[in-house]
């Protein structure tokens, strides 16, 4: 699931609120199981009614595309997510596909989406098809909460580290109390986050997918001009990484 974190359709949240009239529903299965469910389902048709390439971009090259890019469409881009939103130019599930075609796109821009996918299956799907769609010597920017950031807080026992990373600090009298709490929330996201990065995994990561030129980044800094689309209120726990499509496309 992903989309800056939220998900389709009825939250846990929501069912709990309401959850004398679902109470059958919980029954059978508990609120996140549910929202997964809508989710899954919700993707499942958006897979079964979209073309494999977008027939508004076929021939098209040059592309800036922003994945999951959620209400921070960009004016000039293939703003692609999950849910339709204000911004949004493309309504796909990324998650195994891209609908663009090879070598259309001059870069790729994600921010706080790679969390969100299964390590193990959909975050090399996914990376397979940014390489894909990518024009040789192309450009992808990838921006993930940085968990070595929150894990040097924690073993410091430094609330001011952690202050300094986690925009929730300034909640913890409301939402959380201790550092194991936020800890969580970064790891976790009540269930959505499904894989937490530092630089070193996510090096190794691009380059066993194909990708050459792999270098840690910084908040509004990129070797594409224009590139550096970042959202200001996620620099402090963000790790900023990019790397090229290879100029000879991998096996």
Same mark, same amino acid.
């Given at each position: ?14 069912? *709990?609120?309401?959850?004398? @009239?679902?109470?059958?529903?919980? $029954?059978?299965?508990? =609120?996140?199981?549910?929202? +997964? ?12 009614? %979209? ?10 090259? #040059?592309?800036? !595309?922003?994945?999951?890019?959620? %209400?921070?469409? *960009? ?5 692609? /997510? ?8 493309? !309504? ?6 891209? @609908? ?5 796109? *001059? ?13 193990? /299956?959909? !975050? ?11 024009? &040789?010597? #192309? ?5 993930? &909460? ?20 986690? =925009?929730? !600090? +300034? /909640?913890?009298? $409301? ?12 790891? %976790? $996201? ?17 380059? *066993? ?6 270098? $840690? ?5 990129? %070797?594409? =001009?224009?590139?550096?689309? /970042? ?17 000879? @496309? &991998? &096996?």
């Amino acid at each position: 699931m992903y989309r800056c974190g939220k998900t389709h359709g009825m939250s846990s949240v929501t069912l *709990k609120r309401h959850r004398r @009239p679902y109470r059958w529903l919980l $029954q059978l299965a508990p =609120p996140h199981a549910w929202t +997964t469910a809508r989710y899954e389902l919700a993707m499942t048709w958006l897979r079964l009614t %979209r073309p494999r390439v977008d027939r508004r971009f076929v021939g098209a090259s #040059g592309l800036l !595309v922003n994945i999951g890019c959620g %209400r921070n469409g *960009k004016a000039g881009w293939v703003n692609v /997510d999950s849910i339709a939103a204000p911004g949004v130019t493309c !309504v796909y599930d990324c998650r195994k596909h891209l @609908p663009l075609a090879t070598g259309s796109a *001059k870069a790729v821009f994600t921010e706080h989406l790679l969390e969100h996918l299964e390590y193990e /299956d959909e !975050v090399p799907a996914f990376l397979a098809e940014c390489h894909r769609i990518l024009e &040789p010597g #192309g450009v992808l920017r990838i921006v993930v &909460p940085d968990g070595s950031k929150y894990l040097a807080a924690y073993c410091a026992n430094d609330w001011d580290a952690l202050r300094s990373v986690s =925009p929730l !600090v +300034t /909640d913890r009298d $409301q939402t959380v109390v201790t550092m194991m709490e936020i800890v969580n929330e970064h790891f %976790r $996201q009540a269930g959505q986050h499904r894989f937490s990065y530092d630089y070193e995994t996510l090096e190794r990561l691009l380059g *066993k997918m194909g990708f050459e030129a792999v270098a $840690q980044s910084r908040f509004g800094e990129s %070797r594409l =001009p224009g590139l550096a689309i /970042d959202s200001s209120t996620r620099e402090t726990e963000s790790l900023y990484v990019e790397a090229c499509a290879a100029r000879t @496309p &991998p &096996p």
